[in-house]
């Protein structure tokens, strides 16, 4: 069963913020909020995760509602290179790496 | 962030015979490594979980004598289709964790296999 809902695709403009929403109302106080993404015919690339707090890094921003229950993922300045399948993914502590995979967001970056 | 390789990037083999990828982490100590499978414009579905040195968890539904996997060292996990069949045909992908990384994983990027 998925254990999180994303909508399964977006479209966005170039150089503008992209906002990600996914839902994970039946997350367990041990399990982390991980995001990934795949380009076509790519592995999965890492792009952040927390636990409650808010947290940023060069590539995103992941947002963590206060109930956990839901996340948004920010790319503050969109590129045509970000057109991608994006997965939120929620994960136990004790099986770090162990990713069950949903249908992810279509994210696809226009001119 | 941590590299993990995986060779071939793509193999065309015929049905019935046997074809091996191989996943490396070359930079970090990989304790724990998974293999995926994706078939086309579908999601990641995880088939197996190895630790090194010890034998493969099997995902419900994976046969383990059809797909083996070897993780013998820190840094090498192999996986081996075995007596391949056209319906083997898929995108093959390896992630890796180590202890000393943060709580994320890291894929390689994936195996192409065609079985003709």
């Known amino acids: 069963d998925a254990k999180t809902t994303q909508p399964p695709s977006m479209d966005c403009a170039e150089g503008r913020a992209a906002n990600l929403p996914c839902n994970h109302s039946?997350?367990?106080?041990?399990?982390?909020v991980y995001w990934y993404r795949q380009i076509h015919s790519q592995g999965p690339q890492y792009i952040i995760h927390g636990l409650k707090n808010n947290e940023t890094n060069e590539m995103a921003s992941l947002i963590i509602t206060e109930d956990r229950k839901s996340s948004t993922l920010i790319l503050p300045h969109a590129t045509l290179r970000d057109t991608a399948v994006y997965y939120c993914?929620?994960?136990?502590?004790?099986?770090?790496?162990?990713?069950?995979f949903g249908a992810g967001t279509q994210v696809v970056v226009t001119p | 962030g941590a590299v993990v390789s995986q060779h071939p990037s793509r193999v065309i083999c015929k049905s019935g015979t046997s074809v091996k990828i191989e996943c490396r982490s070359l930079d970090f100590q990989a304790t724990t490594m998974f293999w995926y499978r994706q078939f086309p414009k579908q999601s990641l579905m995880l088939m197996a979980t190895s630790n090194e040195g010890s034998k493969a968890t099997y995902e419900q539904g994976v046969e383990k004598d059809k797909f083996l996997i070897n993780h013998a060292s820190l840094t090498l996990s192999t996986l081996t289709v075995t007596s391949a069949h056209p319906e083997d045909s898929s995108f093959y992908i390896c992630?890796?964790?180590?202890?000393?990384?943060?709580?994320?994983?890291?894929f390689g990027q994936g195996t192409r296999l065609t079985v003709v």
């Open positions: 992630s890796a964790t180590g202890v000393t990384m943060n709580t994320e994983a890291f």
């Open positions: 993914i929620v994960s136990p502590t004790d099986s770090w790496g162990k990713l069950q």
């Open positions: 039946t997350i367990s106080g041990n399990e982390y």
